[in-house]
């Protein structure tokens, strides 16, 4: 059974940092690819940051690059998201996802392409 644990949400005020962490487990855990997505209130779930262990591709959302920054370990099924000049906008619960294909995925964007899911984890930037 494949298990996400997701750690590192908070509050923290606009201007500031914060690092997510995903952990994934299960005997035959091989996902191509994983990824950040986030949820806030009215609003639909959205990709944040997404990386293809082939080759270390990543993606990010537009409102996100050049402050986010994603990474991992393929071997150790982790990723992290560090978090850097948070805005307001950027409050939303934040959840890490695993590709449902293993070892190679041509699309690694699309959320419809993930079907592991972590709990969540809530991120509140304040003004």
């Known amino acids: 059974q494949v298990q996400l644990v997701e750690s590192g949400g908070g509050l923290v005020q606009a201007g500031g940092s914060l690092r997510l962490a995903c952990a994934g487990s299960?005997?035959?855990?091989?996902?191509?690819?994983m990824g950040w997505f986030r949820q806030a209130p009215g609003k639909e779930r959205e990709v944040v940051a997404t990386i293809r262990w082939s080759g270390g591709s990543t993606y990010y959302a537009d409102s996100v690059k050049g402050r986010f920054t994603i990474s991992g370990d393929n071997a150790k099924n982790t990723v992290y998201l560090q978090m850097n000049s948070l805005k307001p906008e950027d409050t939303a619960v934040y959840y890490c996802a695993a590709h449902r294909l293993p070892y190679y995925c041509n699309d690694y964007v699309d959320p419809e392409m993930y079907n592991y899911w972590g709990q969540g984890t809530q991120v509140t930037v304040s003004s």
């Open positions: 299960g005997r035959t855990f091989r996902p191509c690819a």
